[in-house]
């Protein structure tokens, strides 16, 4: 069905609100211009944005920053942007990010980042 990208990425940025609030992150949330709705799934797509902004609060947790998403048109698509002042991913890590069970966090499941690729391959 036709989803409006603001909305649902307001809808998972609610979720790490307070979070972010208490570890002093800055959000921002920028729309470009004629910005049309895309076909999806809104459910399974808050799930791909909430585990994105999960990963990037607790990137963050320790000295605070900002964590920005543009939104913006690109052709017959739209472009979404995530950036975050984390502590980022160590090159060794980088090629096993998006492997399930894989995390280097002391309580973290390493199924985020995997669940989040699976639906945007679908």
Do not use: C, H, W
Not at 43 to 53: P, T
């Amino acid at each position: 069905k036709p989803v409006e990208a603001r909305k649902m990425i307001e809808d998972s940025l609610r979720l790490i609100e307070p979070q972010a609030e208490e570890q002093n992150i800055k959000i921002s949330l920028i729309e470009r211009e004629n910005v049309s709705p895309v076909s999806g799934d809104a459910e399974v797509l808050r799930s791909v944005f909430s585990n994105l902004f999960i990963n990037a609060v607790q990137a963050m947790e320790k000295n605070g920053g900002n964590l920005s998403v543009i939104i913006s048109p690109d052709e017959d698509f739209i472009k979404i942007e995530i950036q975050d002042t984390g502590v980022g991913i160590k090159e060794e890590n980088l090629d096993k990010i998006f492997e399930p069970y894989f995390s280097t966090k002391e309580t973290g499941t390493g199924l985020g980042l995997a669940i989040v690729k699976k639906i945007i391959e679908d």
